[in-house]
């Protein structure tokens, strides 16, 4: 299994536990909170048919699928929902996936 191969399956356990039963999973990446690596606090993101999953240690929530990531740009992009979440240029394709998911289930 190659690394695209075990990231895709870290995020899928992720999100199994908090998924409706028939929800899909279109896409997901991971994000960060906080600047410095004591206060970093990691979380994944996962689009489904139904919903964006905010997923961290311990917690999950449930968002309306409606929201937009836009385009990403720079070394980290920053999503800004309850607090400002910032993911990794290796994660942009999903976030684009994502969007383009959403454009096409309207």
């Known amino acids: ?3 695209r191969e075990r990231r895709i399956a870290l ?3 992720r999100a199994a536990p908090h998924l409706e039963p028939g929800e899909r999973i279109q896409t997901g990446f991971i994000a960060q909170t906080g600047s410095w690596i004591f206060t ?3 979380w994944t993101f996962v689009a489904t048919d139904r919903a964006i999953l905010i997923v961290g240690r311990g917690e999950a929530r449930r968002l309306p699928r409606d929201h937009r990531f836009g385009e990403p740009t720079g070394m980290y992009h920053k999503i800004e929902l ?3 979440y910032k993911v990794h240029r290796q994660y942009f394709p999903e ?3 994502a ?3 959403l454009r096409d289930m309207r």
């Open 1 to 3: 299994m190659g690394y």
């Open 11 to 13: 995020i899928a356990d």
């Open 40 to 42: 970093a606090r990691v």
């Open 82 to 84: 309850d607090r400002t």
């Open 95 to 97: 976030i684009i996936a």
């Open 99 to 101: 969007d383009e998911a």
